[in-house]
C-alpha cells in the first residue's frame, strides 16, 4: 500500500494517510447510511448520465459537517503549497456513496471548455471514508484509477489505481483523467471537493 502512495507521491499526487479518523469516518457512515440523497450529475450543466456516471449525493448529517467543514479548511495552505498556486476556497464536500454496479467512468473534474464554478477548479481531493478491508462497511471493486501521469507514451492508457485506506486523502490537478471501476459487493463511500 505505501509503495503505491509513494508512487503517487512521485507522480505529483499528494497523499495524506489518516486525514481523516477512523471514528469520524465511521460517524460519517453511520449517520447517513439510511438518506437516500440524490443521483449524482455530470458535465456543466449538472445532468444525470448513468451511463457516464452512477453514484448517489449523499447529505452530510449536521453532527458531523462543522468538524468535517474546518477540516477541509485547515488544509487549503497545504494544498496551495504542494500545487503552487493560490486558493481562496473551496465547494462544499460531496459525500457520495456507491452501490454494488455504480461507477464513475474515465473523466476530468475541469477541462479546457469547462464554465462556471467548475472553470475555477484548481485542486481536486479525494478522501476514502471506508475501504475493502473496512470491518464494519466493506466492499469490493470500485478503484479508483488515474490517468496520464507516466511521460512514456506506451503507458499514456495505463490507469494508476489508488490503494483505498480508510481516511486516506488524495489531491490532484482537476484536468487529471480518473475513473471509478464499479463497485462488486458492498457500499463504497467517499468525500469529494474541489478548491479553487
Request: aromatic share 10%; charged share 20%.
Amino acid at each position: 500500500m505505501e509503495e503505491n502512495w509513494k508512487l503517487l507521491g512521485k507522480l505529483g499526487i499528494l497523499v495524506i494517510p489518516n486525514f481523516l479518523p477512523p471514528a469520524l469516518c465511521h460517524r460519517i457512515i453511520s449517520s447517513s447510511y439510511a438518506a437516500d440523497g440524490y443521483a449524482a450529475t455530470v458535465g456543466d450543466e449538472s445532468r444525470v448520465d448513468t451511463q457516464i456516471r452512477s453514484t448517489r449525493v449523499v447529505p452530510i448529517q449536521e453532527g458531523v459537517r462543522s468538524e468535517l467543514f474546518q477540516t477541509f479548511d485547515d488544509l487549503q495552505p497545504q494544498l496551495a503549497n504542494f500545487f503552487g498556486c493560490e486558493l481562496v476556497g473551496r465547494e462544499a464536500p460531496q459525500l457520495l456513496r456507491y452501490l454494488e454496479g455504480d461507477f464513475f467512468r474515465i473523466h476530468q473534474d475541469r477541462h479546457a471548455e469547462s464554465k462556471g464554478e467548475i472553470a475555477k477548479r484548481l485542486v481536486t481531493t479525494v478522501t476514502f471514508v471506508n475501504d475493502p478491508m473496512d470491518g464494519t462497511y466493506p466492499y469490493a471493486g470500485g478503484d479508483l484509477r488515474l490517468y496520464g501521469l507516466f511521460d512514456n507514451p506506451a503507458l499514456a492508457d495505463a490507469g494508476l489505481p489508488v490503494k483505498a485506506a480508510q481516511g486516506l486523502l488524495i489531491a490532484f490537478r482537476p484536468d487529471t483523467l480518473h475513473e471509478v471501476t464499479p463497485v462488486s459487493r458492498g457500499q463504497r463511500y467517499t468525500l469529494t471537493t474541489w478548491y479553487h
